[in-house]
């Protein structure tokens, strides 16, 4: 068949006069690279669907008769599961128990990971969603999972008989493999851990295990990718489906090959790197102020930069050396392809990607290089240590830092960072050696509260002292002040941290803060509670050990000042006087203020409060919507009163306090 001219113009604003000017082009026989392409169109059908790919060339499209396609020789993309409810089925990984997730070894079988599942082994890790992350993505979420599914299993309309969810592929469960989120600009693939789930968004990639680091190389190169969209007919953020990804056409010789593998391990180790800063991943080790030798955080902060940067810069050669060895197994010359990439690098649909929802799955986090993040890291490492879910010994070097495991073994259910037992789950009071050295509030409550014993600021001057032995902590406080721009310590907890907090803690669609600060009314006093350490009589603890001393504190002060008013009526003292009355007036506000949070907090506590962690985060601080600076509380308490979350044992007990009132 004789070639037909296509002028392509994806690219032009003024496509009429851009059509005009290639139309003469062509008539006065100049060429116009990348604009007007010579093509016979009978070689569209080598290339599955025949997608009208004019702008590639015919080596490209020969590629799919004479190579193998992706699917077979034991490699196979699989869809996972579909919760149809996730509120109700999938959590953050950090808010459940830990002894409640599955764990195991390298030699942990599929099998084993199901019998788990009926023993106890509630949560499994789930893959779904995420961020462009190549070669390294942390695993945020869990899924229900529990005796084999069946809850999932039975989740069934009463109309109709037939499921709400769908649990697919489940012979792939707890497999290792690859996975990648299902909308990215590009490919980014990405180690699947043994033990977990594959998800409807978060699809697997399966083949022989000794092979998967090189497939992993070879899946994330920009040729595959190039590949793929070519079969997905768009080039700006394609789903990549089952069925493109399986058609796409392999050299046989790059799985196992030595290049592939060892470059994969690498650009793993360095992504990774970044995640071991991150204290929602599991493999949280240090923040990132703290793992180099400065003792000034305002030196600390751009030698972290330099260090992300040439981490960035490796992780694009080796990027680059991916695509090199990538092009010569599938015998396509650089300059042919970088050619290939200019033409094809336009919007090929008229979609508004932004107004896309499902366009890219992506997590709400904060960026981690600016130096007020980097600082509200450490401070935030600090609230951990207090409480301890942090182990400082990694920080002074009394305990080595970790080896961290291969990223295709089963995720452990407490990060290296963490404070943990013989056991490997959080330590508990006798298992902390007595020469430790901070003390822990093991009842998981500390209060904002200037001179108690307990005090927030007086505690992380502590932790700072161990951090930062050289310095005087009310430097380090200075200094972290002046990078936050606050006047103090003090008024940033208030303020900021909560919602810091929470930016932080919500990811693949879950809001789970796990440090919460319950107000009063005008910030004039804030309690701190630890969500791992919640119990039936935490709140009354609160109460008893805390709100009701200050009470009785501030009573006493109200009568001293009075009583000094009263001192300087008989003296004539005008002036302390009317200083005394504005004293005065200010404490008696200040006694209102937590009298009211007394009583909200009591409200909570006599209703028989004692949440359930596989409830999650949300509906389990819901009950505490009038005491924390937090709108989402308030809308699922909302929820919780009209039924909305029947399934959970807040909505049970509420419903039979309801009952006996």
């Given at each position: 068949?004789?070639?037909?001219?296509?002028?392509?113009?994806?690219?032009?604003?003024?496509?009429?006069?851009?059509?005009?000017?290639?139309?003469?082009?062509?008539?006065?026989?100049?060429?116009?690279?990348?604009?007007?392409?010579?093509?016979?169109?009978?070689?569209?059908?080598?290339?599955?669907?025949?997608?009208?790919?004019?702008?590639?060339?015919?080596?490209?499209?020969?590629?799919?008769?004479?190579?193998?396609?992706?699917?077979?020789?034991?490699?196979?993309?699989?869809?996972?599961?579909?919760?149809?409810?996730?509120?109700?089925?999938?959590?953050?990984?950090?808010?459940?128990?830990?002894?409640?997730?599955?764990?195991?070894?390298?030699?942990?079988?599929?099998?084993?990971?199901?019998?788990?599942?009926?023993?106890?082994?509630?949560?499994?890790?789930?893959?779904?969603?995420g961020e462009y992350s190549p070669y390294y993505a942390d695993l945020h979420l869990v899924v229900n999972w529990e005796r084999d599914g069946e809850e999932i299993r039975n989740y069934i309309d009463p109309i109709t008989g037939r499921p709400y969810s769908r649990p697919q592929n489940t012979?792939?469960?707890?497999?290792?493999?690859?996975?990648?989120?299902?909308?990215?600009?590009?490919?980014?693939?990405?180690?699947?851990?043994?033990?977990?789930?594959?998800?409807?968004?978060?699809?697997?990639?399966?083949?022989?295990?000794?092979?998967?680091?090189?497939?992993?190389?070879?899946?994330?190169?920009?040729?595959?990718?190039?590949?793929?969209?070519?079969?997905?007919?768009?080039?700006?953020?394609?789903?990549?489906?089952?069925?493109?990804?399986?058609?796409?056409?392999?050299?046989?010789?790059?799985?196992?090959?030595?290049?592939?593998?060892?470059?994969?391990?690498?650009?793993?180790?360095?992504?990774?790197?970044?995640?071991?800063?991150?204290?929602?991943?599991?493999?949280?080790?240090?923040?990132?102020?703290?793992?180099?030798?400065?003792?000034?955080?305002?030196?600390?902060?751009?030698?972290?930069?330099?260090?992300?940067?040439?981490?960035?810069?490796?992780?694009?050669?080796?990027?680059?050396?991916?695509?090199?060895?990538?092009?010569?197994?599938?015998g396509i010359e650089p300059s042919d392809f970088q050619v290939l990439q200019t033409n094809s690098s336009w919007q090929t649909v008229s979609d508004d990607i932004a107004e896309d929802e499902d366009a890219v799955e992506v997590d709400n986090v904060p960026v981690r290089n600016d130096g007020?993040?980097?600082?509200?890291?450490?401070?935030?490492?600090?609230?951990?240590?207090?409480?301890?879910?942090?182990?400082?010994?990694?920080?002074?070097?009394?305990?080595?830092?970790?080896?961290?495991?291969?990223?295709?073994?089963?995720?452990?259910?407490?990060?290296?960072?963490?404070?943990?037992?013989?056991?490997?789950?959080?330590?508990?009071?006798?298992?902390?050696?007595?020469?430790?050295?901070?003390?822990?509030?093991?009842?998981?409550?500390?209060?904002?509260?200037?001179?108690?014993?307990?005090?927030?600021?007086?505690?992380?001057?502590?932790?700072?002292?161990?951090?930062?032995?050289?310095?005087?902590?009310?430097?380090?406080?200075?200094?972290?002040?002046?990078?936050?721009?606050?006047?103090?310590?003090?008024?940033?907890?208030?303020?900021?941290?909560?919602?810091?907090?929470?930016?932080?803690?919500?990811?693949?669609?879950?809001?789970?803060?796990?440090?919460?600060?319950?107000?009063?009314?005008?910030?004039?006093?804030?309690?701190?509670?630890?969500?791992?350490?919640?119990?039936?009589?935490?709140?009354?603890?609160?109460?008893?050990?805390?709100?009701?001393?200050?009470?009785?504190?501030?009573?006493?002060?109200?009568?001293?000042?009075?009583?000094?008013?009263?001192?300087?009526?008989?003296?004539?003292?005008?002036?302390?006087?009317?200083?005394?009355?504005?004293?005065?007036?200010?404490?008696?506000?200040?006694?209102?203020?937590?009298?009211?949070?007394?009583?909200?907090?009591?409200?909570?506590?006599?209703?028989?409060?004692?949440?359930?962690?596989?409830?999650?985060?949300?509906?389990?601080?819901?009950?505490?919507?009038?005491?924390?600076?937090?709108?989402?509380a308030a809308r699922t308490w909302r929820e919780l009163q009209e039924g909305k979350y029947p399934w959970s044992t807040m909505h049970k007990r509420l419903g039979i306090r309801n009952r006996d009132r």
């Amino acid at each position: 068949m004789s070639q037909c001219l296509f002028i392509r113009l994806v690219a032009e604003d003024e496509k009429e006069v851009a059509l005009a000017a290639a139309v003469q082009a062509i008539r006065e026989g100049r060429e116009q690279e990348g604009v007007v392409f010579a093509v016979d169109p009978s070689t569209f059908s080598q290339v599955p669907r025949s997608p009208f790919a004019y702008w590639a060339s015919d080596r490209i499209r020969r590629l799919f008769s004479e190579l193998p396609p992706f699917e077979g020789a034991g490699r196979t993309v699989k869809q996972g599961l579909v919760t149809a409810d996730d509120p109700r089925f999938v959590r953050a990984w950090w808010e459940v128990a830990p002894e409640r997730i599955v764990t195991g070894t390298p030699e942990t079988t599929p099998e084993d990971f199901r019998r788990q599942t009926f023993a106890g082994k509630r949560w499994v890790p789930f893959a779904k969603v995420g961020e462009y992350s190549p070669y390294y993505a942390d695993l945020h979420l869990v899924v229900n999972w529990e005796r084999d599914g069946e809850e999932i299993r039975n989740y069934i309309d009463p109309i109709t008989g037939r499921p709400y969810s769908r649990p697919q592929n489940t012979d792939f469960y707890f497999r290792p493999g690859l996975t990648y989120p299902l909308r990215l600009h590009r490919m980014s693939v990405t180690p699947l851990p043994r033990g977990s789930i594959i998800s409807v968004r978060g699809w697997g990639i399966f083949g022989p295990e000794q092979h998967l680091l090189s497939m992993m190389a070879l899946l994330s190169s920009s040729l595959f990718d190039f590949l793929a969209k070519m079969l997905l007919g768009r080039f700006d953020y394609p789903e990549f489906v089952i069925g493109a990804l399986s058609r796409v056409p392999v050299p046989p010789v790059a799985f196992g090959d030595t290049r592939l593998t060892a470059l994969a391990s690498k650009g793993m180790d360095l992504q990774r790197d970044f995640y071991v800063s991150d204290e929602t991943t599991h493999v949280f080790c240090l923040p990132a102020l703290l793992r180099g030798t400065s003792s000034s955080l305002l030196e600390a902060i751009p030698k972290w930069h330099e260090r992300a940067r040439a981490a960035e810069q490796a992780l694009a050669a080796v990027s680059k050396e991916i695509d090199g060895v990538a092009l010569q197994l599938y015998g396509i010359e650089p300059s042919d392809f970088q050619v290939l990439q200019t033409n094809s690098s336009w919007q090929t649909v008229s979609d508004d990607i932004a107004e896309d929802e499902d366009a890219v799955e992506v997590d709400n986090v904060p960026v981690r290089n600016d130096g007020a993040t980097l600082t509200a890291d450490l401070l935030s490492y600090c609230m951990g240590t207090l409480f301890g879910r942090w182990d400082i010994r990694l920080a002074t070097g009394q305990r080595p830092m970790p080896e961290l495991p291969d990223p295709f073994t089963p995720l452990p259910v407490c990060s290296p960072g963490m404070l943990t037992g013989p056991t490997g789950l959080p330590a508990r009071p006798e298992e902390v050696p007595a020469d430790y050295p901070i003390p822990i509030q093991w009842d998981g409550i500390i209060p904002d509260d200037e001179g108690h014993p307990r005090d927030l600021i007086a505690q992380v001057h502590r932790v700072f002292e161990v951090l930062f032995p050289d310095r005087d902590p009310r430097e380090v406080e200075a200094e972290a002040c002046a990078i936050l721009g606050v006047r103090d310590l003090r008024s940033w907890f208030v303020n900021h941290f909560f919602q810091y907090h929470i930016k932080c803690y919500s990811k693949g669609g879950r809001k789970a803060p796990i440090y919460w600060q319950l107000r009063s009314a005008r910030k004039s006093y804030s309690i701190w509670l630890y969500y791992h350490r919640l119990t039936g009589d935490t709140l009354w603890t609160v109460l008893r050990n805390y709100v009701d001393p200050k009470l009785e504190h501030e009573q006493q002060v109200l009568a001293e000042l009075k009583a000094k008013l009263e001192v300087a009526q008989k003296a004539g003292q005008t002036r302390e006087e009317r200083r005394l009355v504005r004293e005065i007036q200010k404490q008696e506000q200040l006694l209102e203020e937590l009298t009211q949070f007394r009583t909200d907090i009591y409200e909570v506590a006599s209703m028989g409060y004692e949440p359930d962690r596989d409830d999650g985060v949300l509906i389990s601080i819901a009950p505490l919507h009038k005491l924390v600076p937090w709108s989402e509380a308030a809308r699922t308490w909302r929820e919780l009163q009209e039924g909305k979350y029947p399934w959970s044992t807040m909505h049970k007990r509420l419903g039979i306090r309801n009952r006996d009132r």
